[in-house]
């Protein structure tokens, strides 16, 4: 299973397009990207998941580039409540997504 | 609420006492996971159920642990003997046949004094 390479913690201020890269150096063909959201004292929030190029939900944005090595969660003008750990996870979807590493996540804080 | 449920969502409990925790998936998820989350880490993956067959237990899942799925519906863990080290959150996840994406519980948190 891949693992992944993301920043321990980043700080934003309201308003604010933040960008939180992930490096995923050994991704399978058969891999997909996926990221969750954790607040503190709940379980991991599903976000967005892709394949290749971008993904745009109602929450945000996943860019993935051709060499597919690395990915970009992008929370459009965030707000306080967007605090929270985020996790890449990098996997082949079916049996063995669960069984995916979450690593340390990476720690956003949104300033007023 | 149609999410995944775990219950209790804490206990406290004494070194060397048991505990269980229960985890009712989502309707008709074939697939149960259980995950163990320490102060600082992210989830860490302790066994994975299809319907009813443990099918994976990961190295932390010590002989004191133990997890069922009767019926491949609820699932429970069972730590016994408890020891200082195990206080975490316990989470519980369920996923579709389909394989799209894992849903999680709001967890169950341990305390071992």
């Known amino acids: 299973l891949a693992k992944t390479t993301q920043p321990i913690s980043m700080d934003s201020y309201e308003g604010q397009e933040v960008n939180i890269t992930c490096s995923h150096n050994?991704?399978?063909?058969?891999?997909?990207i996926t990221w969750y959201q954790q607040f503190p004292s709940q379980g991991p929030r599903f976000i967005i998941q892709?394949?290749?190029t971008k993904v745009t939900n109602e929450v945000a944005s996943l860019f993935i580039p051709a060499d597919r090595k690395s990915s970009t969660l992008s929370l459009p003008r965030v707000s306080l409540s967007d605090t929270a750990v985020y996790y890449c996870?990098?996997?082949?979807?079916?049996?063995?997504?669960?069984?995916?590493?979450f690593g340390r996540g990476t720690q956003l804080t949104v300033w007023p | 609420d149609t999410g995944v449920s775990q219950d209790p969502r804490h206990k406290i409990t004494k070194r060397g006492q048991n505990v269980t925790f229960r985890c009712d998936p989502i309707?008709?998820?074939?697939?149960l996971y259980w995950y163990r989350q320490t102060l600082g880490q992210g989830p860490e993956f302790l066994t994975y159920?299809?319907?009813?067959?443990?099918?994976?237990k990961s190295r932390l899942l010590s002989d004191r642990f133990s997890a069922e799925r009767p019926k491949g519906s609820f699932s429970t863990l069972e730590i016994q003997r408890t020891e200082q080290g195990d206080s975490a959150m316990y989470l519980c996840?369920?996923?579709?046949?389909?394989?799209?994406?894992?849903?999680f519980g709001e967890g169950s948190w341990l305390t071992v004094v």
């Open positions: 892709g394949y290749k």
């Open positions: 309707s008709e998820h074939n697939r």
């Open positions: 050994n991704i399978a063909t058969n891999d997909y």
């Open positions: 996840a369920s996923e579709p046949s389909s394989g799209n994406t894992i849903y």
């Open positions: 159920f299809q319907n009813e067959a443990q099918l994976e």
């Open positions: 996870l990098v996997g082949d979807r079916g049996s063995t997504l669960g069984r995916l590493y």
